[in-house]
């Protein structure tokens, strides 16, 4: 009498980024019956292929030709995986546009952004400069220490951007007297023009009594030599990447 001994091996012990996929693998055997049956494609084949949401350890029964049984284990590891996403806010420049990128992804520890006109950043939070027109495919990549990635993609063409349409507020008077309230002067707009902006202020005479070039600078009611001008209307010239507005405003004294 002969006697055979039946053996099998399965194969691999591995771990996986949750919503990946292993292929799984038994030596020996004409039959087979896995479990659990959660995450295969199929619980009756030699090789199924893997998708388990958390970490499982199956167990493969075999049968060879002659009927007898063997058994076998193996465990796939899931790691969690980082989600991707991010928000977007577009604002006019003087080149173009600027997007303001606001990074939401979750369990990440690097990232990747790829812009459609082939640019990338690794920041977590980059801006990005655009031309004027239709928005355009936005990408970022994510990755944990585990090495799990997960992507997010948002197509913004939908929707057409300018640098010559944003909504400016100018206030019409003013009371520099430092408590907080209408101090200065300074125009209210969305968007970075440093480089294309002027605001000049007139008396009543028309004489230049202050410019500026920076976007931020709020004028307090005083010349360029720094005294302070009497109450009374001004006349204020403001120019913000060629589009110009003019006007009057109050300077008013307590």
């Excluded at 006697?3 to 771990?15: G, H």
């Excluded at 799984?24 to 998708?51: E, H, Q, R, Y």
């Excluded at 640019?119 to 928005?135: A, C, I, K, R, W």
């Excluded at 507020?169 to 309230?181: K, S």
Aim: charged letters at 15%.
């Amino acid at each position: 009498i002969a006697i055979s001994i039946f053996s099998i091996t399965a194969t691999p012990n591995d771990a996986i980024c949750n919503g990946e996929s292993l292929q799984l693998s038994v030596s020996g055997g004409v039959s087979f019956v896995w479990t659990p049956t959660a995450g295969l494609d199929n619980p009756n084949i030699g090789n199924p292929l893997a998708s388990p949401t958390e970490t499982t350890t199956y167990t493969v029964v075999a049968t060879d030709a002659n009927g007898c049984e063997a058994t076998a284990q193996l465990t796939v590891e899931v790691l969690v995986a980082p989600v991707a996403g991010f928000t977007a806010h577009y604002i006019p420049s003087c080149e173009g546009i600027v997007g303001q990128f606001t990074n939401s992804s979750t369990g990440a520890e690097s990232f990747m952004w790829v812009f459609a006109n082939g640019d990338t950043s690794t920041l977590e939070n980059p801006d990005q400069n655009f031309n004027v027109g239709p928005g355009t495919v936005v990408t970022l990549i994510v990755y944990n220490g585990e090495g799990c990635v997960d992507t997010a993609i948002v197509d913004f063409s939908g929707t057409n951007y300018s640098n010559i349409e944003f909504d400016l507020v100018v206030p019409n008077i003013i009371t520099p007297n430092f408590d907080g309230l209408n101090d200065c002067f300074q125009p209210g707009f969305e968007g970075e023009f440093n480089e294309c902006f002027t605001l000049k202020i007139f008396n009543r005479w028309g004489a230049l009594i202050f410019e500026s070039i920076a976007q931020g600078d709020c004028w307090d009611g005083r010349t360029k030599a720094g005294n302070a001008v009497e109450a009374g209307t001004y006349f204020y010239l403001l120019d913000i990447n060629g589009i110009q507005k003019a006007g009057f405003m109050t300077v008013a004294h307590d």
